[in-house]
């Protein structure tokens, strides 16, 4: 049991689609496997993680084929730690969902979506092979497709469209990408891939390359000047799946960006992650101005997502132990934050029925204990200490110090500023402001607030409370991110724990 | 609710002792090491002088703010920034960790924006609220990265430590940046011109928090760092230059545009700005007499100005009036309240025996003593003197005194919670003026020894004999009252200086702002367009020229491998796909297009046929088909096919395809080049059938080797059925608006 660790957080959400769609008819099931399946998946992941940090890198060949020839999954710290993320995520989602997305969408697949959604993120976090990731992709944009698309508003529709033709894109430049690959180094094993190309005797047609999984990965991740897909549909699905999607999705991207940058395509780093780094910058500051120019809750925060994407590239761009570290740091701490953000978005669109800030207002008077769980996120994001997210920009804002990168230490700074403007402009008018459509002095229409019901709040506590453990014991995480950070800096261990040949 | 503030000046003057002493308490509690944070409190004669100021007039705010905010709703919460204000402020002070200065620093600004917007639904306060926090905001990143200079020059994030290599510090090249940085963060937290727009504004907080934050504490928060870093950058002339020039500008500034405000709490900003200044100004002259008087200023500024903002704020709650010139003879109505009200007032006009005359003295004598800088050092500050006694009658006396405006009605004294504090601060300032003695070798010396690095004598006290700086304080007094009397025609003079500087500051801020969000919106429309044509053309064109300049600077030369010789049913093959994809795009209707790319479809499985590969060969001929027969199903229910693109858009886009297939074909065959590691699929075929126990090798490596890539696309598969399912049933309500 304990050798197919790795396997179980893309098994379990395959049981648990599959289980799903047999009792179709039944949302209480579905429900309950919806709760029941992700908690599985969260603590099979969070086992996985334990074991990998006590024993070191997990693989498994799959079909017993030993690599490079089968398919190896494998685990190492920065793997299982987005892993956990994404159980964390799913698991928090899918409690909220119960009340959160409507019985109309629940009806129909619903649930086995998510599940699947959520097979196709971890399958991608934990494969050792580039093609099978390419499959996860696949698994991933067709789940996340339908479920954008999922009810059919014509606004929905509009989003979705575009979201999956850009996505393609990036799909077909990826399977481009490896097929070349594969035709120059004769091998899909991520591990075989860095080993092979240690030794190649042609490392400009590699950068190259590097240059197709560098964009189809930047559009996976929202980078700039890729990112277009993600505001056009992020704001259109109900806010679960917003939700969903702003934790895990575009970190999918980051995420093959960080292992292929540090495992595969290292031969000519100052130009490719220099590369890497004015693409971070600019991803961060275009982000960021978009989201200064949205008057809509969820356009906002969708805007910030790939704001914030840049810190996460940044330190990859920056390439040293501790730039790695803050980014492990920082795309963890994101994941949470951003979750919750969304989260937080659903309540009041559930509450008031517009996510539009010009209508919105008054929910500080009315909802304390909804700002303060509004506050902690958007302050985390935002970078104020002792938070997260402080932690998370001080320790890439401490690497470009010393690898003196002024240039973007100075726009990382500039963008966290904007970032807390834009968190005050939420802050100020869904909560500070005057509900629009009350006159002075005349009492809260609280008839159509509808009661916030426990199973949404629950998960936004939670997040809420994993992200004041992130800032406050900082120290624990930053040390988990530090070891994984020194893993893919020296990524010996990760070929070792594939190529080795297990009985 | 004052329990917490009085028992932590309590707990403070415990060690009141051992910091008289000179000694340093330090307890050191790791926080992140990994990032070297540390929550290292430290207590020197410094922080011990702010811990007091912040704790003690922490309480008399507690107690003041539950009189005047007895009947508000939101008092509790209030209490609760108020308080995590007060925390934050004391980290600032008695942290000795640089990082975790900065993290204390943030929590001021934060808690002070939740208390300017206190009044969250006037616009006007929300606004303040952002613009303070966004102007400390900035300094305070800026402040970070030199923050974070300072500790990689000077070898480590503890103050107390960089103090020992305070020369190697200066003498790093890294030292004017840094310097420049933490200064952009003290200037603007302390609203040094001119960045000192945000403090007037700040008076949209309730009056509690005003006379605390922004008068007596935080805005002080500035002037703390300068005097915790005069021992690690101060003494250069750098130092020297920015300070004394930024400080002696903002205390000219602020004087003179509050002097002739109407306004309680506008006029006390702006002293307060001027007040700030002549701090950044002691501190940057350096010499020890401006040490003192940095230091005799500062308890004087606090208790004066304390006092001042809550006789404003009693003058508010009681009469509903903000403005001086609404109210008048208010002593017999306000009888506490006015002699607080006078007491401060004096003591900010510097008049004896008030504190504010030994701090007046001390500023005029320092500037006396500046070498060259002498002439316009003392001229600066007499007419600062001048004017502050100027604004303290205005706020102070004036308001008490004269006949009493009719519409004013019926005025009651406040409740004893909120003319005791005022009084307290004032009465203070008279029991040091008269007793020097007593806070002279407990507080103030130790606190000079913390920012000089040695202990030098002072000697306190109203009466210094004959001098030229007594002259000059006669001489202020008298001028002081003249600019009262003669108040009216000072307003109209000057009235056109006041439009400069709010042109030169507050209106720049706000242009910057438009500005910036015209900026956001202009680039956002530009590449946010909502086109998805125009999202694929920029990914393709930065594909396009990304890979090409990559292949270009990198790659270096590869040869086209043209000496394999073309075979005939090759060349016929590639010539017939080549001439369906050109027909393809000429086509005029859907279903011509889709037919044509059925037969480059056709073709290249007749490339797989002839390369031996017949599985593949079959599955591309099944997909083409049924893609050809779907396609026509679907496109009979669609509109017809319309050219909507210009021809200009057309020729553009013609280019980027054939550059990207361009690109493509150098790819793959420069890929053929260079094959330089045997490929695994030798070793599939070696392996698929004694392992495996298959011939085909294809269907091993998709049911075997790779099988959960295949169940991967299986998944794929069957939510793309599964998908298409509940897109179909699951039509939208009509007024669902999500």
Redesign the interface.
């Known amino acids: 049991m304990l050798s197919l660790l790795p396997v179980l957080p893309i098994v379990i959400p395959l049981l648990s689609g599959a289980i799903s769609l047999l009792f179709w008819r039944s949302l209480w099931i579905q429900r309950w496997i919806g709760v029941g399946g992700t908690g599985l998946l969260l603590l099979s992941t969070l086992r996985l993680l334990s074991e990998v940090e006590r024993t070191g890198i997990l693989s498994v060949q799959i079909g017993g084929w030993a690599a490079p020839v089968g398919i190896t999954i494998v685990a190492d710290l920065f793997s299982a730690i987005m892993a956990v993320l994404a159980g964390i995520i799913g698991f928090c989602v899918a409690v909220y969902s119960w009340y959160g997305v409507d019985e109309r969408r629940q009806s129909y697949g619903y649930f086995v979506f998510l599940h699947v959604l959520l097979m196709g993120v971890c399958g991608s976090f934990l494969t050792g092979d580039i093609f099978n990731m390419y499959v996860w992709f696949e698994v991933m944009l067709m789940a996340s497709f339908v479920l954008v698309a999922l009810g059919g508003t014509p606004m929905q529709m509009e989003g979705a469209f575009k979201y999956v033709t850009l996505n393609l894109v990036s799909s077909a430049l990826f399977l481009a990408g490896i097929g070349i690959l594969y035709g120059v180094v004769g091998t899909l094993n991520m591990a075989d891939l860095s080993v092979k190309l240690a030794q190649t005797a042609d490392p400009g047609l590699v950068t190259t390359l590097s240059m197709f999984f560098l964009i189809a990965f930047g559009i996976k991740a929202a980078m700039f000047p890729l990112f277009f897909w993600l505001p056009s549909s992020y704001h259109t699905p109900p806010p679960a799946v917003s939700a969903v999607f702003a934790g895990l999705l575009t970190k999918v991207g980051v995420y093959a960006l960080i292992r292929v940058f540090t495992l595969i395509f290292v031969q000519d780093v100052v130009y490719t992650h220099n590369l890497i780094l004015i693409m971070s910058g600019l991803t961060m500051l275009c982000g960021v101005l978009g989201a200064a120019a949205q008057f809509e809750f969820r356009r906002v925060l969708s805007f910030h997502i790939v704001s914030q994407i840049g810190y996460m590239t940044m330190g990859l761009g920056l390439n040293s132990r501790l730039s790695l570290t803050a980014s492990v740091f920082y795309i963890t701490h994101h994941i949470i934050v951003k979750t919750n953000l969304f989260l937080v978005s659903g309540v009041i669109q559930k509450m008031r029925g517009t996510g539009d800030l010009k209508k919105l207002g008054g929910l500080y008077k009315t909802h304390p204990s909804l700002s303060v769980l509004f506050l902690i996120p958007a302050m985390s994001l935002a970078g104020l200490p002792p938070l997260s997210g402080f932690f998370a920009k001080l320790g890439l804002v401490i690497a470009g110090l010393r690898l003196e990168q002024y240039c973007i230490v100075a726009t990382a700074l500039f963008v966290s500023l904007l970032t807390l403007f834009s968190m005050t402009k939420l802050w100020a008018e869904a909560f500070w402001k005057p509900r629009p459509d009350v006159a002075e002095g005349e009492d809260e229409p609280r008839s159509d607030d509808e009661p916030m019901c426990l199973t949404m709040i629950l998960p936004i506590l939670v997040l809420a409370l994993i992200t004041l453990t992130i800032g406050i014991g900082a120290e624990t995480f930053f040390n988990l991110a530090d070891r994984a950070a020194g893993q893919l800096m020296d990524p010996t261990e990760y070929i070792e724990a594939v190529m080795r040949t297990r009985s | 609710m004052a329990l917490m503030p009085i028992s932590i000046v309590l707990l403070l003057s415990n060690f009141l002792s051992s910091t008289a002493s000179g000694q340093m308490l330090q307890l050191s509690i ?6 070297e ?1 540390e929550i290292s409190l430290v207590m020197d004669g410094l922080s011990m002088l702010f811990a007091l100021l912040i704790s003690g007039i922490g309480a008399l705010i507690a107690i003041y703010a539950g009189g005047y905010l007895a009947d508000h709703p939101q008092l509790n ?1 209030f209490n609760l920034y108020l308080l995590s204000f007060m925390l934050a402020m004391l980290g600032v002070v008695l942290t000795d960790n640089l ?1 975790t200065l ?2 204390f620093w ?2 001021t600004s ?1 808690t002070s ?1 939740f208390l300017i ?1 206190f009044d ?2 006037k ?1 006007e306060a ?1 606004k303040a ?2 613009q303070a ?2 102007v400390t ?2 300094g305070g ?2 402040m ?2 030199g923050l ?2 300072l500790g ?1 020059i000077g070898g480590t994030l503890e103050i107390s430590e960089l103090v020992a290599n305070g020369v190697l510090i200066r003498r790093s090249p890294l030292y004017v940046p840094a310097l420049l940085l933490i200064l952009a963060g003290a200037f603007t937290k302390s609203a040094q011109f001119p960045f000192h727009f945000w403090l007037p504004n700040a008076m949209a907080a309730p009056t509690p928090a005003s006379a605390y934050l922004h008068a007596a504490t935080m805005v002080k928060a500035g002037v703390y760092l300068l005097a915790r870093m005069n021992p690690i950058l101060g003494g250069t002339t750098w130092w020297f230059a920015l300070l004394s020039l930024f400080g002696g500008t903002t205390m000219l500034v602020g004087a003179l545009v509050g002097i002739r405000q109407t306004v309680f709490k506008r006029i006390l900003a702006f002293s307060t700005v001027s007040g700030l200044g002549t701090l950044v100004m002691l501190i940057g002259l350096g010499t020890d007499q401006a040490v003192q008087a940095a230091m005799l200023f500062l308890v004087a500024h606090a208790l004066y100005k304390g006092a001042l903002f809550l006789v404003a704020g009693i003058v508010d709650h009681q009469t509903g009036k903000k403005d001086i010139l609404q109210v008048g003879g208010l002593a017999g109505a306000l009888p506490m309240t006015a002699m607080a009200a006078g007491l401060a007032a004096l003591s900010m006009g510097g008049i004896p025996p008030l504190f504010g005359f030994i701090a007046k003295e001390a500023l005029y004598e320092s500037a006396l003593h500046m070498g060259y800088f002498a002439i316009p050092a003392v001229v600066a500050v007499v007419t600062t003197g001048i004017l502050y006694l100027g604004m303290g009658l205005l706020v102070g006396v004036g308001p008490f005194l004269g006949a009493r405006p009719s519409e004013l009605g019926r005025v009651r004294e406040a409740h004893w919670s909120m003319w005791m504090p005022p009084l307290v601060l004032a009465g203070t300032s008279l029991l040091f003026g008269v007793r020097s003695g007593l806070i002279e070798h407990t507080l103030l010396s130790p606190a000079m020894k913390s920012i000089v690095g040695y202990r030098f004598p002072t000697h306190l006290g109203l009466w210094h004999g004959f001098s030229f700086a007594l002259v000059l304080s006669l001489f202020s007094m008298a001028m002081g009252v003249y600019v009262y009397l003669r108040i009216e025609d000072i307003r109209r003079a000057f009235r056109p200086f006041d439009e400069i500087v709010h042109e030169f500051t507050g209106a720049n801020y706000d242009r910057c702002m438009t500005n ?2 015209a ?3 202009w ?3 530009l ?2 367009s ?1 086109y ?1 044509k125009n ?2 053309l ?3 064109a ?2 396009i020229s ?2 090409t300049y ?2 270009v600077s ?3 030369s ?1 040869s086209l491998p043209f000496d394999l010789p073309p075979v005939l049913h090759e060349v016929i093959l590639v010539a017939v796909i080549l001439a369906a994809t050109v027909s393809a795009v000429f086509q005029k209707s859907r279903l011509g297009a889709i037919a044509t790319l059925g037969i480059v479809g056709y073709g290249v499985a007749l490339i797989f046929a002839t390369f031996g590969a017949p599985d593949l060969a079959m599955t591309q001929l099944l997909i083409e088909t049924l893609t050809v027969i779907l396609f026509v199903l679907v496109l009979y229910s669609l509109p017809g096919f319309t050219r909507l693109s210009s021809k200009g858009h057309r020729f553009r886009d013609a280019v980027i395809s054939i550059m990207f297939g361009a690109l ?1 074909t150098t ?2 065959i ?3 080049d ?8 030798a ?2 075929a070696r ?1 698929s059938y004694p392992e495996a126990h298959g011939r085909n090798v294809v269907n091993v490596i998709l049911v ?6 295949t169940m ?2 299986i ?2 598969l069957s ?2 059925a ?2 298409v ?3 179909m ?5 009509k007024e ?3």
Do not use: C, N
């Open positions: 790791p926080w992140v090491p990994s990032l944070i919460r990082i900065f993290i943030e929590l934060i924006y917007g969250h639904e616009e929300r609220a952002l926090l966004l905001g900035l990143l800026a970070l990265a974070l200079i990689e910036l969000m900026f956001a919106r680039q956002t429309d590449l946010q909502g998805l999202y694929l920029i990914i393709f930065s594909t990304l890979t990559t292949l990198r790659a270096g590869f493509m790819l793959v420069a890929a053929l260079v094959q330089f590691s045997p490929s695994i699929s070793e599939m392996k075997d080797f790779r099988g959960i890539d991967g696309e998944t794929v939510l793309a599964l998908g399912f509940a897109l049933k699951l039509r939208p309500e669902e608006e999500v």
